[in-house]
C-alpha cells in the first residue's frame, strides 16, 4: 500500500503540470487499481469465515464463490492487460513528459516495465502450455492460491 500511495500523492503533486499525454492518468488507475485491491484483500482476510464448509449446501456455496473469484480474476487480468498497454502507448508517445513531469515519466517507466514482465511471463505460460498440448498433453500445471 506503500507503493501505491505514493504514486497517488506523485499524482496528486504533478496533475497540474504540463504532459504531452495523460500520464498522471495512467499512474492514477494503476494507483487506484493497486490500492482498491490491496484493500479489498485486508478486508476479506480480516472478514472471512475461518471454518470450512461443512453441509453439502455450503460445499455449493464455495464452489460458486470459487467459479465468480475466477471469472473476477479474469476481468481484472483482461482490466490491468488493457490498461497496460495503453499506458505504454502513451508513454512511448510522450515527448515533453520527461522534462516537464519527471515523477509521473519514471513511474510510468517502472509501470510500463512491469507490465512487459507480466505479459512476458504470461506468453512464457501459453508458450509451455501449447507445446505440451501438441506433444503429449500429459502435463498437468496445478496453480495454488493460498488466502
Given amino acids: 500500500m506503500w507503493l ?3 504514486m497517488l500523492l506523485e499524482v496528486v503533486r504533478s496533475w497540474q503540470l504540463a504532459c504531452d499525454v495523460p500520464l498522471t492518468t495512467f499512474v492514477l488507475g494503476a494507483s487506484g487499481l493497486g490500492l482498491g485491491m490491496a484493500l479489498s ?18 460445499h455449493t456455496r464455495a464452489k460458486d464463490d470459487r467459479r ?11 482490466l490491468v492487460l488493457v490498461w497496460g498497454a495503453l499506458g505504454l502507448y502513451w508513454l512511448n508517445e ?20 512491469v507490465y512487459l514482465l507480466v505479459v512476458l511471463v504470461l506468453v512464457l505460460v ?8 501438441c506433444l503429449s498433453g500429459k502435463l498437468r500445471m496445478v496453480v495454488i492460491f493460498e488466502q
Fill in 4 to 6: 501505491y500511495g505514493y
Fill in 126 to 133: 501459453l508458450l509451455a502450455l501449447a507445446i505440451d498440448f
Fill in 68 to 78: 465468480r473469484r475466477i471469472v473476477g480474476y479474469g476481468w481484472l487480468l483482461a
Fill in 94 to 113: 510522450s515527448v515533453t513528459c520527461a522534462a516537464s513531469s519527471p515523477g509521473i515519466f519514471r513511474l510510468s517507466l517502472l509501470l510500463s516495465g
Fill in 41 to 58: 484483500d485486508f478486508v476479506t482476510d480480516v472478514f472471512k469465515n475461518p471454518m470450512p464448509p461443512l453441509t453439502k449446501l455450503e
